[in-house]
C-alpha cells in the first residue's frame, strides 16, 4: 500500500538516529538517548496531535507494530479512539462484576428488604470471591459458598445462588468473562445440591427450650459483636435479618418498644416487639460506642452485620443441631409447653397472623401488653433466674 511500511525489519534494526522514524500510516519508531527503541502511532484529532505507545523494539517486531497500527486505523476510521481500542482493559474482578451488576438493577428503586438481601449476597456472603478474576470463578467456589446454608437456611440459599447466577450473567453480558455461568441450576448445581421444593426443605433445627439457658450463660460470656446480635435475636423472637438490620431510630427504650417497619418484615407490617429488661441492656450496651445507625454494626462502614455471623458463631461455640432462625420454634414450644399465654397471644410475638381475614378484621389490636409480660417470663426462663418485673395490669 502506497506511503505504509517504509521501514524494514533489517533496516529498522539498523538505525540508531534520535527521533521518530516513519513507517507510514501514523506509525513511527521512536529512538531515544542511549538507543532505546520503541513503536509509536501517531494522530491528529480536532487538531490535537495525539499518539500511543505500541511497545519496546526488542519485544514487538515490526509485523506486530504494523497489525497494532492497522487496528489504530481501523478505530478512527471508525470514529472510535484508538487508545481505548488499543489498551486492554483491566481484568474483571467479581466485585467489578457484582457492583456493575448492582447499579445496573437499581437498588434503591427496590424495597429496602429486598435491597439488603442483594447487598449481603454480594458484599457479605460472596466475600471469598471478591478478588476473582469473575471469568476464573468456577462451580466448586460457588459451592464453598453455597453449601453451608443450603439446608440450614434455605430461603437464603435459594436467594444467594439466584443473584450469584444473574451476577454471572451480567459478566458475561459485558464480555468480562466467556465461561460457563458457575451458578447456573439446570444443567449445573442442580447435579450437585438437592433441590429445595416444598417437598424437601426441612423446618430450621431448633434447640430444645430446656437447653438455652445453659447456651445463653455461655453466649454472655462472649464479648463479640454476633453473641449480642445471636442473644437479642433469641430473647426477641424475631428473625435473624430484623434484628440485623435493627437500626437506633427504630426504639423507644424509654416505653420498652422496638417498632420494626413494614418494609422490613416479611409479612408486610409494622411489628412491635416488647423488650424485656436483658433487650434492652443489649440496645443499650450496643449504643455506648457507635460505629453506624445499626445497632448490630458491621466490618465494612455503615453496614450491618453479616447474616452469617450468628450461624458462624454457633459452629465455633460447636453447636451442630440448631441454627439461629430455629430459635423461633423453641420459643414457640416453650411458649405452647410451659405457659399459659393463649396461642394467639404466641402466634402474634412471631409476627404469625391468627384466624380468617374476617376475624383479624374485628380483633386490630396487637397484644402488647400480653406479649410483653409473655416476653419477660422468656427472659427469665433464658437467664434461668428469678427476675422482678413490675407487675403488668
Known sequence: MSGLHKLTATGAKALTKTG???DGGGLYLRIQGGGRKSWLFMWKRNGVQREIGLGSFQTVTLKAA????????????????PKVTLTPQATKTFLDAAKACLIARDLDSLNPKTKRKWERTAFEIAKPLHRKPVADVKREDILKILTPIWQATPETGRNVRSHLEIIFNYAKGREWSDAENPALWKGGLEAVLPALNRANVKHHPAMPYDDVPAFIARLRGRPAVAARALEFTILTAVRTSEALDAVIGEFDLDAGIWTIPAERMKSGRAHTVPLSYRAIEIVKEMRSAPVSEYVFFGQRPNRPLSNMSMLM???????????????RSTFRDWAGDRTQYAREVAEAALSHSVGDIVERSYRRGNALEKRRSL????????????????KVV
Not at 504494523?66 to 479512539?81: M, P, S, T, Y
Not at 458463631?313 to 430459635?327: D, I, S, T, W, Y
Open 66 to 81: 504494523r497489525q497494532k497500527a492497522q487496528i489504530a486505523r481501523d478505530a478512527l476510521a471508525r470514529g472510535d479512539d
Open 20 to 22: 521518530r522514524h516513519s
Open 313 to 327: 458463631l454457633m459452629r465455633r461455640m460447636k453447636v451442630e443441631n440448631a441454627v439461629p432462625h430455629g430459635f
Open 375 to 390: 416476653m419477660r417470663e422468656w427472659d427469665k426462663h433464658l437467664s434461668n433466674e428469678s427476675k422482678s418485673y413490675d
